[in-house]
Structures are given as C-alpha cells and as structure tokens.
C-alpha cells in the first residue's frame, strides 16, 4: 500500500467496520500462581481460595467457576498489591490454582492498558498513538489465551498496579480522544499491531522478526529515537546452553557448539533475524529472548547488535529495547514534542495500514 501522506490524513473520512466485540476477557495475576484472592468494592468483600481440589468462598466450599457481575472491583493475590479493575470477574480452578478472568469493556481495558504502558509525562499525541495501537492489538489478537483474550503481561499488553493520578487521567483521554479509532489492514482486517520502548534509530521488518504481515508496519528509519546503547557479555557456558536449547543437542549442534560456530543473519535497521547451525534455525528475537532469559532478563534488550569475542565470552554490543517492530514509544515520545499528531505518528511507524473505526 502506497504510504499515507501525513497532510492528507486529517481529512481522510474513517471507515466504518462491522460490529467489533464490546468487551475483552483478561487473565489477570496468573504470574503469582495465586491459591486465593481478596476481591471487594465498596459494602463489599469476599476471599476466594483453593482448598483441596476446589473453591472455597468466604470460607465455605462454592462451585467453580465463580462469576461476580460487572462493577469497580479491588483485587490482591500474594505477591501482588491491589489492583482496580472495571468489568466483571470469574475465578475458576486451573491445575490446582486459581485462574481469575475480568470480562472489560474494550475502552476501559484500553485506558488502563495505556496508563500502563507508557511513562508519566508521555507526550499526549504520542499517548493517542499507543490508544490507537492499544486498541488495534486487543481487538486483533482476541483469543490468545485459554478461556480469555488476553493476559495483563508483556506476552499482550501490561496492566499494571496503580498509576499517579494524572498519568490514569491522560491515559482515559487518550482513549476518549481516539475513541473506537483502529488501524485495518487494506484487506480489512484490523492490523495486530505491535509497540517496543525503543527501537534504537530504525525498527525493524515484521516479516523478517515475527515471519508475518498482518502488523501494518515496515522497517523505517526513525531518526528521533535515541539509540539508548547497551552491552552484554555472555559466558561460554550460557552459549553452549542456549545453542542446545534452541537449536539442539544433535549433529553439528553438539554440546561443545560455540558461538563461532554460528550462521547470523541481519535484516533491515540492522536487526538478527535468523540464527543458523547444522542445518538447523532459529529467529534472531527468540534467541535473543533466550539469550536474555539465561542471564535472567534485562540484560540483551533487543535483537539489534553485533558481536566480538571476549576472551571464553561473547561481547553483544547493541541498541534500542524490545523487539523493534511497529510503535517505537521513544520515538512516538519525540515526534509528539515536535508537534507531530498522532495520526502522523502512527501513518510513520505503519505505512501499511490505514485509520478505520472498529
């Protein structure tokens, strides 16, 4: 698709769509396992446990699932402090723990996701830019989990513990302000679009990082986003545990493999797209990713670096955090303060979608 000029887009008439779901189910809190939970709202308050092999409400066995009709509900698990959730909660029994699902209005559930995903004192044009992208993403990627849409982790889109005041504020008009707004593929879809904090100065080909196209966006250069460099320096051992893991253990993948014996190849901005050994392949993201989590995260923050030897280590020397693709928050952040809108920003970061309401 020809690539929507910035000038033209304040005019475009919005496509109406067909009838998009009004709600979101979310799996909340599942990273802290929880065995019980506090839920309340004012007048009142109920704790829900596991107890040998079923639930227990308010101390007395109950039949799962559990439903609680929609309201402004308090929650806490162990581990976790309160969370405000609008919608309707259940809780069911799911390999011994609880498994808690808030059925959300989209446009609270969106409100919430931005206030979570951006950084106080986010450039209001660029935070209508993560509304619209937000929105795109829910409404796409429904479904990807058992029994709920979507998780309130990174693995969907965060939603986190409480915000200050005025940062939840211009997250709910951000959302007012781009309300029902989404981002559609040219064959009609709406786009499953991706965001990452910041891609380093260009972001990357989704075909090449995700192996698809239903995204809407494309490798751009990105001039306002800083670099925000980082390096790593990864132990022989790490190496050789993750070649096992991710390539395997047999053939030229041995367990001696190192990382000489890798094939790397970069795509567009500069990012690792394929990982080879022996025949064998792996996407440059996910082994990034299992780079980073055998150092135990935070340490490689994208897949957009070279490497040198360091001795028995390997030397990452790279730039930018996450995966590169779609949204550059950073850089959404600059364009913002520029005095870009945020139709301009998203017309930048996906050239191959265009605005339509859901």
């Known amino acids: 698709m020809t690539r929507l000029l910035a000038a033209a887009l304040p005019v475009l008439a919005l496509e109406a769509a067909a009838a998009e779901p009004r709600s979101v189910d979310v799996r ?15 007048g009142e308050r109920h704790l829900v446990a596991v107890r040998e092999g079923g639930l227990l409400l308010d101390g007395a066995p109950a039949a799962a699932p559990l439903r609680y009709p929609s309201g402004r509900w308090r929650l806490a698990v162990a581990g976790a402090g309160w969370r405000a959730y609008r919608g309707a909660p259940t809780f069911a029994l ?42 795109s993403y829910a409404l796409a990627a429904r479904g990807r989990h058992q029994g709920a849409d979507l998780c309130d982790l990174a693995h969907c889109q965060v ?9 939840r ?17 040219p064959s009609g879809p709406v786009a499953e679009t991706p965001f990452h904090a910041a891609c380093g100065g260009h972001t990357g080909d989704p075909l090449e990082l995700f192996g698809g196209e239903a995204t809407g966006a494309a490798a751009v250069p ?55 050994l022996g ?43 996450g995966h590169g693709v779609g949204l550059c928050q950073a850089g959404a952040a600059l364009r913002a303060a520029r005095g870009e809108g945020y139709r301009d920003i998203l017309a930048h970061y996906f050239p191959r979608a265009r605005p339509a309401m859901r």
């Open 159 to 167: 939603l986190g513990g409480p915000v200050p005041r005025a940062h």
């Open 169 to 185: 504020l211009a997250a709910e008009a951000a959302a007012r302000g781009t309300a029902g707004e989404v981002l559609r593929l």
């Open 94 to 135: 799911e390999a011994g723990r609880l498994a808690i699902v808030v059925r959300m209005p989209i446009e609270d559930y969106l409100a919430a996701a931005v206030a979570s995903e951006t950084v106080p004192g986010t450039p209001f044009e660029a935070m209508k830019a993560q509304a619209v992208v937000a929105r």
């Open 28 to 42: 909340v809190l599942e990273r802290h396992r929880p065995e019980s939970a506090t839920l309340s709202r004012p």
């Open 279 to 321: 025949g064998r392949s792996v996407g440059g993201e996910a082994f990034a990713r299992a780079l980073d989590g055998a150092l135990g995260h935070g340490v490689v923050r994208s897949s957009r670096f070279r490497t040198r030897p360091a001795g028995d280590a390997v030397k990452l020397s790279g730039s930018g955090i």
């Open 222 to 276: 990105d001039e306002g986003c800083p670099h925000r460099p980082w390096s790593a320096e990864i132990p022989a051992g790490v190496v050789g545990a993750v070649i096992r893991e991710r390539l395997g253990e047999t053939g030229a993948a041995a367990p001696s493999a190192a990382w000489d014996d890798l094939r790397l190849r970069y795509g567009a901005g500069g990012f690792l797209v394929q990982v080879s």
